[in-house]
């Protein structure tokens, strides 16, 4: 567990559901599923749930995805993040869009947010080094 500003994190878990097309689907699913878990280790991203849907986490994969096929076409699997000790408002969020040669680092520096804060909630931004004219920045 990572310690932030002199809270511990939270562990939130989710028991998540998988249904395939046909029993011999799961490796293919199961694989993604976990490739896009993987695909930023350790790195803090938005996380948002049906529970409460005014608020969002910041949140980095921890451990799960073993998966277990209780029926034909359906499996299971507990997935654990660690999460920032705070939930953070969506409608406190700002949407900008992107001038000539901004980066998101000027809009981190500008709204006095960390890169960590600008990249979760900007997950849809390819190049943080260079935004495209136009490319719709949110500000957490």
């Known amino acids: 567990m990572y310690q932030f500003e002199g809270f511990d994190n939270a562990r939130v ?3 998540t559901f998988l249904k395939v097309a046909e029993p011999w689907d799961f490796p293919q699913w199961t694989g993604a599923v976990k490739g896009w878990l993987l695909g930023k280790p350790g790195q803090y991203l938005r996380l948002e749930d049906d529970y409460d849907l005014d608020h969002y986490r910041l949140a980095a994969y921890t451990s799960g995805l073993d998966w277990t096929q209780d029926w034909k076409r359906f499996a ?65």
């Open 76 to 140: 299971r699997a507990t997935i654990e993040f660690s999460c920032k000790p705070y939930r953070y408002l969506k409608s406190g969020e700002e949407q900008v869009s992107a001038q000539a040669g901004e980066s998101l680092w000027d809009y981190a520096r500008r709204y006095e947010k960390t890169m960590e804060e600008m990249i979760a909630a900007n997950p849809h931004i390819r190049d943080i080094a260079v935004l495209e004219v136009g490319e719709e920045v949110r500000v957490p």
């Open 13 to 15: 878990s989710y028991e």
